[in-house]
């Protein structure tokens, strides 16, 4: 061969050595990762929430009972999943921030009060788009009347008929109602008189009870469960401090707890903060591992068992 020739050669293999050499550093790099393995796209997260959550507002159809004497209405994890509620209180005045944490995609539970500007309006409306509406019954608080629970709340010292009364009336404001919380009633929820007068009207409905805790010695949750009354009790306040970072906190804790215990029932206000907090941390809500029900899928409404 000649040597032009020879060197030419010479270099055609160096090339090809050269090209076999960086295909191979190549795969090393792709290989080089935990488990040896080349990894996967990445699942698409949205994709997992639309299969686990219906259309927005969405009443799941499961319904899964709390576990007697753990409060909070705590239920058992399915598979490693976390399930949490989140009920907005004070629904009836300002719509603004109430249509706004409608439109998050979220199935949240949205406590009406009855006899506002904005009641009746608001509860059909949440109800015809497939949110779930329950009553958020005014009842008076410790501190009343400095602070005043609104119209037709709930005393302390009135005669069982009279309660009845009140909380039927009520509920005649929100016929949509599924389930029925108390608003303020931080003395109410303490009285086992009065409290057996209201969950007496909440079981004749069929309706289940949100002790919303407002006072530590609350009977409400026990009680219910006592009557055979679908109940479950707020876990954390989102927002008695209306700040922003606040709030953000309180949610962040919510979902911890929600993981940590099973699950866990968050209740914040038709507030404007709320709203925008809320809105900004909705992906939160989406995680892998976390499922967002309405309140009643917490009480178990519909199973069959006998402030």
């Not at 026990?222 to 709030?247: K, N, Q, W």
Request: without cysteine; aromatic residues 4%.
């Amino acid at each position: 061969m000649k040597p032009g020739a020879r060197r030419a050669s010479e270099w055609r293999t160096i090339a090809v050595l050269v090209l076999l050499l960086a295909a191979g550093i190549v795969v090393l790099k792709r290989l080089d990762r935990p488990g040896g393995t080349v990894r996967a796209p990445a699942p698409n997260r949205t994709e997992n929430y639309r299969r686990q959550v219906p259309r927005p507002g969405a009443v799941p159809e499961r319904n899964v009972p709390g576990r007697e004497g753990e409060g909070a209405g705590r239920v058992p994890a399915q598979d490693g999943e976390a399930m949490v509620a989140v009920v907005i209180d004070d629904v009836g005045f300002e719509p603004g921030p109430v249509l706004e944490m409608a439109g998050l995609g979220l199935p949240l539970t949205f406590a009406i009060l009855p006899f506002q500007p904005f009641s009746r309006r608001l509860a059909a409306r949440l109800t015809d788009q497939g949110f779930e509406v329950i009553l958020h019954m005014p009842m008076e608080p410790l501190n009343f009347p400095a602070r005043d629970p609104g119209e037709g709340a709930v005393e302390e010292g009135m005669t069982p008929a009279q309660v009845s009364k009140l909380v039927l009336k009520a509920l005649e404001d929100v016929p949509q109602a599924r389930g029925l919380n108390n608003h303020m009633g931080s003395r109410a929820t303490a009285d086992p008189a009065i409290m057996q007068a209201v969950l007496k009207v909440v079981r004749g409905k069929g309706l289940y009870f949100l002790d919303s805790r407002t006072n530590k010695d609350t009977v409400g949750y026990t009680m219910a469960r006592e009557m055979g009354i679908p109940a479950l009790e707020r876990t954390v306040f989102l927002d008695d401090r209306r700040e922003a970072s606040y709030i953000e906190n309180q949610v962040r804790s919510l979902l911890s707890k929600a993981r940590a215990e099973g699950s866990a029932v968050g209740i914040g206000h038709a507030d404007r903060t709320t709203a925008d907090v809320l809105k900004r941390l909705a992906g939160l809500f989406r995680t892998p591992g976390l499922r967002v029900v309405p309140a009643s899928e917490l009480a178990g409404q519909g199973v069959e068992e006998s402030d």
